[in-house]
C-alpha cells in the first residue's frame, strides 16, 4: 500500500511539472505570435503581475495591457527559455528576449520570471529584470 501511495504522489508530481512546462511553452508560443486571446487563456481572471521595473497589475485585463504596450513597443520582440525548473505550483523561467529597440538596434535582455499557478493557470508572475537595461532598450 505504502508504495502504492508513494508511486501515486510521484506520478502527479510529475504530471504537474509537465504541465507547468506546457503552460509556459504556450505562453511563449503566444506573447511571440502577439496572440493575446491564447495569452489571456493563460491567466487567471484575479491574476497578479509585478516587475522590477516597480509597476504592480492587478486581473487578467491590466496585464493584457501591460503586454500589449509591450508588444507596441517592441514590435520585433522574441522571448525564448533559457532554464525552467518548476514543483508543479511555482515555476522559476530564465528567459532570453531578443529584437530590435525602437532605433532600430539588436538587443538581447536576460531576465528571470517566478510564476505560480493555481488550478493549472497563472496566478501571480513576477519578472527580475535590469531596469538601467530596459530603458536602454526603450530608449
Do not use: C
Request: aromatic share 8%; hydrophobic share 40%; net charge negative.
Amino acid at each position: 500500500m505504502f508504495s502504492l501511495v508513494a508511486v501515486q504522489g510521484v506520478t502527479e508530481v510529475t504530471e504537474a511539472r509537465e504541465a507547468a512546462r506546457t503552460l509556459v511553452s504556450r505562453l511563449v508560443e503566444a506573447y511571440n505570435a502577439k496572440d493575446l486571446d491564447t495569452i489571456a487563456g493563460l491567466y487567471r481572471e484575479d491574476a497578479r503581475y509585478w516587475s522590477a521595473l516597480g509597476d504592480w497589475q492587478g486581473g487578467r485585463p491590466a496585464i493584457l495591457s501591460h503586454i500589449k504596450e509591450l508588444h507596441r513597443r517592441l514590435p520585433n520582440e522574441q522571448m525564448a527559455v533559457r532554464v525552467l525548473v518548476t514543483d508543479g505550483d511555482t515555476v522559476v523561467v530564465e528567459f532570453v528576449s531578443t529584437g530590435r529597440d525602437p532605433s532600430g538596434r539588436p538587443y538581447e535582455l536576460d531576465f528571470t520570471e517566478v510564476i505560480d499557478l493555481v488550478d493549472g493557470k497563472i496566478a501571480m508572475v513576477k519578472v527580475y529584470l535590469d531596469p538601467d537595461e530596459v530603458a536602454r532598450i526603450m530608449g
